[in-house]
């Protein structure tokens, strides 16, 4: 992890190249803690995302459907 906390120090330093394996562990971390966070909110937006109005292959949709 000390590898991870060097690269996030040497942030705006622009001298030098960091080394192969460290640029490939730093996007592997970075892939890891994304992909966690970004799934729940993917799959909130789907849950409260508001349903087609038209019919569908179930039949109409119970919310839209009006006795009149």
């Not at 030098?16 to 994304?34: D, K």
């Not at 995302?49 to 949709?61: A, F, K, T, V």
């Amino acid at each position: 992890m000390k590898w991870y906390v060097d690269i996030l120090k040497k942030y705006r330093c622009f001298n030098g190249r960091s080394q192969r394996w460290e640029f490939w562990m730093f996007q592997f971390t970075n892939y890891l803690i994304i992909i966690p966070l970004i799934g729940p909110i993917v799959v909130l937006i789907f849950l409260v995302s508001d349903s087609e109005r038209q019919d569908n292959i179930y039949g109409p949709s119970p919310k839209y459907s009006y006795n009149n």
